[in-house]
Nanobody, 117 residues
């Protein structure tokens, strides 16, 4: 079992920045992938960014060049630096971790990100 604690959401003006954190505990040796999905009202959940144990990253097209995902192995924590935020980035952001081959997936509690003037 893996437990995740998210932090860092909030309200920001367009063009602003936020950093999300996702701290993992428990069976952390089994974690291969860490990342975030987001879900806006009335929309399906979509993958925003992910990072695997070796450091390779993946981004959803609309956030490329604005968001950066990183991972601190010593702290078992992933970070999502979000810059140049747009109103369409408004959503609940869910941290997740997955084992190799995604045989197990664990979710954080979700954090609200609101981009509005």
């Amino acid at each position: 079992q893996v437990q995740l604690v998210e932090s860092g959401g909030g309200l920001v003006q367009p063009g602003g920045s936020l950093r999300l954190s996702c701290a993992a505990s428990g069976s952390i040796f089994s974690i291969y992938t860490m990342g975030w999905y987001r879900q806006a009202p009335g929309k399906e959940r979509e993958l925003v960014a992910s990072i695997i144990r070796g450091g390779s990253t993946h981004y959803e097209d609309s956030v490329k060049g604005r968001f950066t995902i990183s991972r601190d192995g010593a702290k078992n924590t992933a970070y999502l630096q979000m810059n140049s935020l747009k109103p369409e980035d408004t959503a609940v952001y869910y941290c997740y971790v997955a084992t190799l081959s995604s045989s197990s997936v664990y979710w954080g509690q979700g954090t609200q990100v609101t981009v509005s003037s």
